[in-house]
């Protein structure tokens, strides 16, 4: 089996710092796309930024200058760096990884972590 685990969420003051971790682990042949997503209080989940095996990033336009997602082929870890972090950005924030199993390298599927809590406030 797969298993993402995020760390790194925690309390921080506007106009702060916080960098998630997302570490995937398990029967793992090979990390296609790996992305952040997040979900508010009340709110759908939504993408914030995906970056693909090669490196490849994109962003939501409301975090786009503020986030910086990476990733570490080598650990199959992916990060999201995200500075002046505004009270909208507090919501829980998952991991989301696109691979190959090690069962069915042929197929791809999806494995979400099980989130980690971000609250922006004074």
């Known amino acids: 089996q797969v298993l993402l685990v995020e760390s790194g969420g925690g309390l921080v003051q506007p106009g702060g710092s916080l960098r998630l971790s997302c570490a995937a682990s398990?029967?793992?042949?090979?990390?296609?796309?790996m992305a952040w997503y997040r979900q508010a209080p009340g709110k759908e989940r939504e993408l914030v930024a995906t970056?693909?095996?090669?490196?490849?990033?994109n962003y939501a336009d409301s975090v786009k200058g503020r986030f910086t997602i990476s990733r570490d082929n080598a650990k199959n870890t992916v990060y999201l760096q995200m500075n002046s972090l505004k009270p909208e950005d507090t919501a829980v924030y998952y991991c989301?990884?696109?691979?190959?199993?090690?069962?069915?390298?042929?197929?791809?599927?999806?494995?979400w972590g099980q989130g980690t809590q971000v609250t922006v406030s004074s």
């Open positions: 989301n990884a696109r691979l190959l199993g090690l069962r069915d390298p042929f197929t791809l599927n999806t494995y």
């Open positions: 398990g029967s793992i042949f090979r990390i296609d796309s």
């Open positions: 970056i693909t095996s090669g490196g490849t990033s």
